[in-house]
């Protein structure tokens, strides 16, 4: 079982692992992994009951993250379902052949383009404007100088008005969950303290044409 400190990618290896293993995962109608796979998934996987949580609450915490890993999983194709089994696919064999940063740079853009966030991620109808409108935060957080701070305050303000949003509670935890968690779940960027001048070189960004 891998320590609860590795990325993204090692997570992600140990899913397919796991669904190679183990000849598929088993799958309930709706399409989720059974309670007892999930579960052994998380194990496998180094994801953690949430602390501070009731035994309920953390384990459907636990279980939608084990979905989530299981979604970025199959963006990039290395899980995919057949029947009612969740299984892994020949292209693991390249893919461990692969470069890190390709790969990281692949699982990225899987997570950002591939999962389906309004299943993930509670805000109304406000996500599908969010999700929608994915491609202009992206070129936003991609023409941004490499190594440089974004406070997430100046970015939530910017997406607001680019995509016409309220600045709902939800909205600072949806971009950060959809955006900018991946990067540090990848090593890519890490969490600091916010900056104490105003963040922004990306507050003037042009709104998204229609």
């Known amino acids: 079982m891998p320590p609860h400190d590795l990325g993204l990618l090692a997570r992600l290896d140990a899913l397919v692992e796991l669904a190679a293993d183990r000849h598929g995962l088993a799958l309930l109608p709706g399409g989720r992994l059974a309670a007892a796979e999930s579960r052994v998934a998380a194990r496998a996987a180094g994801i953690s009951a949430a602390r501070g949580s009731t035994t309920r609450g953390s384990a459907m915490a636990q279980r939608d993250a084990v979905e989530l890993l299981r979604a970025v999983a199959e963006g990039v194709g290395l899980l995919r379902v057949r029947g009612d089994r969740l299984e892994a696919t020949s292209l693991r064999h390249a893919w ?50 490499a190594g440089v701070e974004v406070g997430l305050q100046g970015l939530v303000e910017t997406v607001a008005s680019g995509l016409e949003l309220d600045l709902d509670d939800w909205l600072p935890r949806a971009i950060a969950a959809a955006f900018l968690d991946p990067l540090v779940a990848l090593g890519v960027a890490d969490i600091r303290p916010p900056p104490r001048t105003p963040a922004p070189a990306s507050a003037s960004a042009p709104a998204p044409q229609p």
């Open 96 to 145: 461990a052949q692969i470069d890190e940063g390709l790969r990281a740079g692949l699982v990225y853009a899987a997570w950002c383009h591939r999962v389906p966030w309004p299943v993930f991620l509670h805000g109304g109808p406000g996500v599908e404007v969010l999700v929608g409108g994915r491609l202009w935060v992206l070129r936003l957080l991609l023409g941004l100088p």
